[in-house]
């Protein structure tokens, strides 16, 4: 999510976001050496927070949703700007991850070049054909095209693939088209239907979810958030903390029911927060900037630290919690973490001046490509470099860190960059407010309604099915890269 262009105080969200990003690739590196001698609480924290990374992720997403889009006009629009955000590195990704899977055997040097060769091609093919040759109307039909392709590939997922036996979509069918149906379900993020198709890269998870709020952000967050504003506070809290038990339950049924606990309910409260505190900073910059004011005078000083407490206290908790609460946990962690979040946009703290480095700044700044880009360099190194002790083990680290903030720079500048320096056309809004049919769409009654009868629909087909998400057999589920050292990825 990109921030307001013209909000320096933001580059602290920036630092917080490189902080983030550092957490996760730390996380699937092989820190086993490097561990054994650092103490067992900062091993932890280094090479065991990708989690809280993807949480602190979430939170600035929810946040600068709620700040530079209050109320968009146009629910399409918006998720048309969010989809030439992410999709045109994303699909790239997917397309390099899928030609890793076909080609295990390919020399290292090759498989860099994949790294590199598409990423230009589809910089060619984005900035050079579609974005300078394409009018505003052919790109929104480009952008309609997708939904739909989401929308068709989501339902041979779930009512052809997951109708039938996971044996006939592992070995039975023609490998084209088996292959062909990983690559297309990958690319358009309609993995959580099922759990016949394995991901292509460990990360792609935490996309579902963020897409997942850009669908529902315009056209049901927006409209229950309007609806709530004028009312008492104290109401307000109470829709926040309600919203605890019902994400509780929401991830009791990804996990019994739905099969989609990839999603990892508990952890998108984060983006819930993050909302809150965007609508916040919206009406209330002033105060929040001016956090300092309401503490005592050492409280400046020492909230470096109180951000690494808050960031280490989570692992140990949830060390000693009991299985059954640990999803509470998560949720419930949501609010000190959102509490760092606006410390953060008080430049009079020391840890907003942390945050404001550059090289923070720099990493949050092309975050967005480090994660898609470090986990196929540790892929390419593992065949490449064998860790059998402390020296190696670091030299390792060092490697893989230099050479995926190398390739972040590189997709960065080719396929992000572009995106903000897009040109301002004028937004096509006229069928907002004044066609009364767009208005009753967008009403929370109508939303809920359309939905329920197809969730109906949906299970009602997929129960026909012994082989589907309320079956107990294990289906074929290989992932490409499998990061075992953390069940989130």
Not at 204 to 227: A, K, R, T
Not at 334 to 349: E, K, R
Request: net charge positive.
């Amino acid at each position: 999510m990109e921030q307001n262009s013209t909000s320096i105080r933001l580059h602290a969200l920036d630092g917080i976001r490189g902080i983030a990003i550092l957490l996760v690739v730390l996380n699937h590196v092989n820190g086993t050496y490097i561990g054994h001698v650092l103490p067992g609480w900062l091993g932890s924290i280094l090479f065991g927070s990708g989690v809280t990374g993807v949480s602190l992720l979430f939170a600035l997403s929810g946040f600068l949703m709620a700040y530079i889009y209050p109320n968009p006009i146009s629910g399409l629009h918006f998720l048309q700007k969010r989809y030439t955000r992410i999709f045109p590195l994303f699909i790239t990704s997917c397309a390099i991850m899928l030609t890793f899977r076909e080609m295990p055997n390919l020399a290292w040097y090759r498989e860099f070049f994949v790294l590199l060769g598409f990423a230009f091609f589809s910089y060619v093919l984005w900035v050079h054909i579609i974005k300078k040759y394409a009018s505003a109307r052919i790109k929104r039909y480009i952008f309609l095209g997708f939904i739909f392709l989401q929308i068709f590939i989501g339902a041979f997922y779930l009512f052809w693939v997951m109708r039938h036996p996971a044996v006939l979509f592992a070995q039975q069918l023609p490998t084209f088209i088996r292959e062909g149906t990983i690559g297309l379900v990958n690319a358009t993020l309609t993995l959580p239907l099922g759990d016949y198709i394995p991901m292509l890269e460990g990360v792609y998870w935490s996309l579902v979810s963020e897409v997942l709020f850009y669908i529902l952000y315009p056209f049901i967050c927006v409209p229950i958030i309007n609806f709530f504003i004028p009312r008492k506070r104290w109401i307000k809290i109470a829709v926040i903390l309600f919203l605890i038990p019902f994400f509780a339950g929401m991830d009791i049924l990804s996990h019994r029911i739905f099969i989609l606990s990839m999603l990892q309910i508990p952890i998108c409260y984060y983006f819930v927060t993050g909302i809150v505190l965007g609508y916040l900073f919206k009406k209330h910059e002033k105060k929040i900037t001016n956090l300092h004011q309401f503490f005592p005078g050492f409280f400046s000083s020492v909230t470096l630290i109180l951000f690494v407490i808050i960031i280490a206290a989570k692992l140990f908790i949830l060390d000693v919690t009991n299985p059954s609460l640990i999803s509470w946990v998560q949720m419930i962690w949501a609010f000190p973490v959102t509490f760092i979040m606006a410390v953060s946009l008080d430049h009079q703290t020391f840890l907003s001046k942390i945050l404001n480095s550059r090289i923070l700044v720099f990493l949050g700044t092309i975050s967005y490509s480090i994660y898609l880009s470090h986990t196929p360099i540790i892929y390419i190194m593992k065949s490449l470099y064998t860790v059998n002790n402390l020296f190696t083990n670091i030299i390792q680290l060092l490697i893989v860190v230099f050479l995926t903030i190398l390739v972040s720079i590189y997709w960065y500048q080719l396929l992000e960059r572009p995106y903000f320096k897009r040109d301002k056309v004028k937004e096509i809004i006229k069928e907002h407010r004044a066609n009364g049919l767009v208005n009753f769409i967008r009403k929370p009654a109508f939303i809920f309604s359309l939905l329920g009868c197809i969730y109906l629909i949906a299970i009602f087909n997929a129960y026909q099915s012994n082989f589907n998400f309320f079956s107990t057999q294990v289906p074929f589920t290989n992932v490409t890269f499998n990061n075992s050292a953390n069940p989130y990825f």
